[in-house]
């Protein structure tokens, strides 16, 4: 007669009984400063982290910018010298898709030049990314002016791509949109929603449509003031400041658009004029101005404001005038 054994089995201990974790390893495609400050939110938030890009120089130098990123967050009291370490020790890098392999979901923050270029460039990202994670791996786009919808047509499993926005270059902002395409299930939908919030941020349901609802709003915003300026109705500092005090937002529209990169507005007025034909898309003349001398803001040192070292707003640019 056989002995009765007790066994690891038995108590639920086994290997193939863990529960395992919905969200635990996640992938981005790019390292550039979006890239980077999803790869830090996450990494924060105890997720391990692969950050891929076309070289390692890429991959070297994403890694000094967030290590000085961190440091300057230290330097402010907002976080100690063992959870900067955490954070770095949870992203690798690298430049090879097969790491994406055990992902749950890989995100593509990549920076594209024009309409045309940015669609045919994500779109074969999200191809490579397909032919290395596995079937319940979430796919999505940090895109707002590109459709997903339109972006997956040529994948396989379509169902599991979405568009999933972050609104801002930071990494504290709070609020997420989150686009369901027309071949999203509901269940891949829904598991985006659980991993934003894991990751700490509200979630902004967005019905599929290029700008969505916070780039559609910035545009002209910030082509409006930039057309008041031009026709002398108020300076530069006054029409900031007239948005700050008099409607508490945090940012005047030419402090909010040298924080975002002025590269990065004007693909958006190209893309949003290209699909809807609406004047108030058409980029201004002073924004082509400041792009084309590669004045982009904060990211370069100079952009509608000059910037020191630190990012910290020293005085108006002189290029601009009265």
Not at 69 to 81: A, F, H, P, V
Not at 158 to 169: A, G, I, Y
Not at 210 to 230: D, H, K, Q, W, Y
Request: aromatic letters at 8%.
């Amino acid at each position: 007669m056989a002995e009765n054994i007790e066994r690891l089995e038995d108590y639920g201990l086994s290997k193939d009984s863990k529960p395992k974790t919905l969200f635990s390893r996640v992938g981005i495609v790019g390292a550039g400063s979006v890239g980077q400050n999803i790869a830090r939110m996450v990494s924060s938030r105890g997720l391990d982290v692969i950050i891929l890009d076309l070289n390692q120089q890429k991959i070297d130098q994403a890694f000094l910018d967030l290590a000085k990123e961190l440091d300057r967050m230290i330097e402010r009291w907002g976080m100690t010298n063992s959870e900067k370490l955490g954070i770095l020790s949870r992203i690798k890098g690298t430049i090879d898709y097969a790491d994406f392999k055990g992902c749950d979901i890989v995100i593509e923050a990549i920076k594209s030049s024009t309409r045309e270029h940015s669609h045919n460039v994500r779109a074969e990202i999200l191809k490579k990314i397909e032919s290395y994670v596995g079937r319940d791996t979430i796919i999505a786009t940090n895109s707002s002016t590109q459709v997903i919808t339109e972006l997956t047509a040529d994948l396989i499993h379509k169902d599991r791509c979405v568009s999933f926005h972050f609104l801002t270059p930071e990494a504290d902002a709070r609020v997420v949109e989150i686009v369901k395409g027309l071949y999203t299930s509901q269940k891949a939908y829904e598991n985006t929603v659980k991993f934003a919030n894991l990751i700490g941020k509200k979630v902004v349901p967005v019905k599929e449509s290029p700008g969505i609802i916070s780039t559609r709003l910035i545009v002209p915003f910030i082509n409006e003031a930039c057309e008041i300026l031009m026709e002398g109705v108020g300076t530069m500092e006054d029409i900031d400041l007239t948005m700050k005090v008099g409607f508490g937002l945090p940012l005047g529209p030419f402090e909010m658009a040298d924080k975002i990169g002025l590269d990065k507005i004007l693909r958006w007025c190209e893309n949003l004029y290209d699909e809807f034909g609406d004047l108030k898309y058409k980029s201004s003349p002073l924004l082509k101005k400041l792009v084309r001398a590669n004045q982009w803001g904060r990211r370069t040192g100079r952009g509608f404001y000059e910037y020191n070292k630190e990012g910290v707003k020293i005085t108006k640019n002189s290029f601009i005038g009265e």
